[in-house]
């Protein structure tokens, strides 16, 4: 790496010649369909089959031009040694810092520092009604704001004694896949595409595949609608309450999104085949992983959790007698293990754990792909969400087909307030979410506790760029930043929910 003795201003969005990437696409990848080929190579040309690209070139014009160079401030310091901090890694959510030690040219120390403010959603939450707590947490985050809803509901739910209908837990679980929808779509084409086609950002690639774009765009919108239609809007629901829905609905709507759903299938094979198109580092995490399974589904709104390596199934509520967070002086997030490793949760984790728990035609998709699970490499993460977009799309298609048939009602059940603690989990898009609530006997929260999915990634993330450093540390300083932001965004992290 070269200069490694810099600061570097906002430099993920800059415009960094890709010439000589080892990580971007050259030629033709196994496993994917001529076509597939020659579109990842335009898209990593900047061009668009049959005329002429319109890609700007770093310094070539203001409007959709790769950005020039930010200034630099070099950092050293004595005994060799010096500091490469790269300030508000871009196309993420939230705002983080990347910051390389270096020793006589050798990394010595890479730090992932969160530097948003804590927002105390914990401490909101007491003193406030238990039917309040949903509607608080969704706060949280836009689009996982169906997860912390209804995994804030499911922890009162145990706390009360309550069992929810079959009905209403069917639609609690399209609601879920909802947000895997808009999350996946998102994070895919608009964060972590832009990495591997050699455009700053997703804005130029509407003008030279923008079929691409309108891709991207028909699985974000059925996203968006199917959170729509059960939580009433899409980001923060308002039909979602304890013990069922305040409303829900109707049978021609559903229909209807069955349609849009089935449809869809075509456009989410698409997306999987294009993000396996791009060559990924070979890269492997020390981490052990995590994820909730369930023996008859695959698991996003309820299981018991999961650890790859050690091999065992533990009940989620029970989350805090084997997850463990530590306060770390470098960052305001907090950093988890379990049984003193770190720890990866996320789509990788979900496929390694629950493969054989996926819809045909993903199932099919993940073997075509020729990914063999258990992988351990962190940059698949993005490929693992492409296979659960498939997965998402056949599954809702079946589970409205299945609510059509199921008799009951989404009605809140019928409860006693009392005084008593629940905890649970789900599956959120970028990991396995837990909640948990201790109510007083008029309903009251006298304590709560979230932690959430990137929260537990964080020290593995560390881990992960620490290993990872020194092997591309030869790398133009340029190369070697991207590089590093590549595995940031690989994790799909958000920052803003790590310090809730």
Same mark, same amino acid.
Request: charge should be neutral.
């Given at each position: ?239 979602? !309450? *304890? =013990?069922?829905?305040? @409303?829900?609905? &109707?049978?021609?709507?559903? %229909?209807?999104?069955? +349609? ?66 530590? !306060? *770390? =002086?470098?960052?305001? @997030?907090?950093? &988890?293990?379990?049984?003193? %490793?770190?720890?990866? +949760? ?72 009392? @005084? ?81």
């Amino acid at each position: 790496m070269q200069d490694a003795g810099e600061r570097v201003l906002s430099r993920s969005r800059t415009g960094v010649s890709r010439t000589g990437d080892p990580y971007r696409l050259h030629g033709e990848v196994r496993h994917t369909r001529p076509s597939v080929h020659r579109l990842s190579r335009d898209l990593a040309r900047g061009e668009h089959p049959g005329r002429t690209a319109r890609v700007r070139r770093e310094g070539s014009g203001p409007v959709g031009a790769r950005s020039p160079v930010r200034p630099v401030q070099r950092r050293t310091g004595g005994r060799g040694m010096s500091t490469l901090t790269v300030e508000h890694v871009a196309r993420i959510e939230g705002h983080g810092t990347i910051t390389v030690e270096m020793e006589s040219g050798v990394v010595s120390d890479v730090r992932m520092d969160v530097i948003e403010a804590a927002r105390f959603f914990e401490s909101m939450v007491v003193g406030r009604r238990f039917d309040e707590v949903s509607l608080i947490t969704s706060r949280i985050c836009g689009i996982c704001s169906p997860n912390h809803a209804l995994t804030s509901l499911k922890a009162v739910e145990a706390a009360f004694g309550i069992e929810v209908s079959e009905r209403t837990e069917l639609l609690r679980k399209l609601f879920v896949y909802g947000s895997y929808l808009q999350n996946h779509a998102t994070h895919l084409y608009v964060f972590a595409a832009p990495d591997f086609v050699g455009l700053p950002s997703v804005f130029p690639l509407a003008q030279t595949h923008p079929d691409i774009v309108e891709r991207a765009l028909r699985i974000k919108k059925t996203g968006n609608d199917l959170t729509t239609l059960i939580g009433g809007r899409p980001v923060h629901p308002i039909t979602a !309450v *304890v =013990g069922g829905f305040s @409303a829900e609905p &109707s049978a021609s709507d559903l %229909r209807a999104m069955a +349609v849009r759903l089935e449809a869809l299938v075509a456009d989410t094979v698409a997306t999987a085949e294009l993000f396996q198109s791009f060559e990924v580092p070979s890269f492997e995490t020390s981490g052990e992983m995590l994820a909730l399974v369930d023996d008859d589904d695959y698991a996003i709104y309820d299981g018991e959790t999961a650890a790859l390596d050690a091999g065992w199934r533990r009940p989620a509520a029970e989350y805090r007698q084997f997850i463990a967070e530590t !306060v *770390v =002086g470098h960052s305001n @997030a907090k950093h &988890s293990t379990v049984a003193g %490793r770190t720890f990866m +949760v996320g789509s990788l984790p979900r496929i390694n754990l629950s493969s054989d728990r996926l819809m045909p035609r993903a199932a099919k998709t993940l073997a075509t792909l020729g990914i063999a699970a258990p992988s351990r490499n962190t940059f698949l993460n993005n490929v693992c969400q492409a296979v659960e977009l498939v997965d998402a799309a056949e599954r809702c298609a079946m589970y409205i087909d299945r609510l059509l048939g199921v008799g009951g009602s989404t009605a809140p059940q019928p409860f006693t307030i009392k @005084a008593g603690s629940g905890a649970a989990a789900s599956e959120a898009p970028r990991g396995t979410l837990y909640h948990a609530y201790s109510i007083d006997d008029d309903g009251i929260v006298v304590a709560g506790d979230v932690i959430t999915p990137t929260a537990q990634n964080l020290g593995n993330l560390e881990a992960d760029m620490r290993a990872y450093a020194p092997t591309i540390a030869h790398l133009p300083k340029d190369e070697f930043i991207l590089s590093m932001e590549k595995l940031v965004r690989a994790y799909d992290p958000c920052l803003s929910c790590s310090v809730h």
